[in-house]
């Protein structure tokens, strides 16, 4: 089992940057694949981004392409989310997941195989 703590969220104007850590207990992390995960109010939790276990293969959705960048450090137990150029529509919770299937497939972009999630840390884009 792994649990999964996020921190770095916080309240920044659009244009702004913010980078959110997730930690992971435990020391199988490199054994996961990690996401991230986003809920604004009244919605649906969707996909940001994921990373592969190594970290050479990473996925994004179309809304964070270009902006965004997931990493990890296997070492430190530790995945990363990048967020520049933010925009008042990137106003969420943003959570960490920890998948432990086999092989990345297009259940990548859903929340249902993702086997641990974290508490979330509030993200909130200024106009």
């Known amino acids: ?54 970290g050479g293969n990473t996925y994004y959705a179309d809304s ?3 902006r965004f960048t997931i990493s990890r450090d296997n070492t430190k137990n530790t995945v990363y989310l990048q967020m520049n150029s933010l925009k008042p529509e990137d106003t969420a919770v943003y959570y960490c997941a920890a998948a432990q299937r086999l092989l990345i497939g297009s259940w990548l972009y859903g929340r249902d195989d993702y086997d641990y999630w974290g508490q979330g840390t509030q993200v909130t884009v200024s106009s």
């Open 1 to 54: 089992q792994v649990q999964l703590v996020e921190s770095g969220g916080g309240l920044v104007q659009a244009g702004g940057s913010l980078r959110l850590s997730c930690a992971a207990s435990g020391r199988t992390f490199s054994s996961y694949i990690m996401g991230w995960f986003r809920q604004a109010p009244g919605k649906e939790r969707d996909f940001v981004a994921a990373i592969s276990r190594s």
């Open 64 to 66: 964070v392409k270009g």
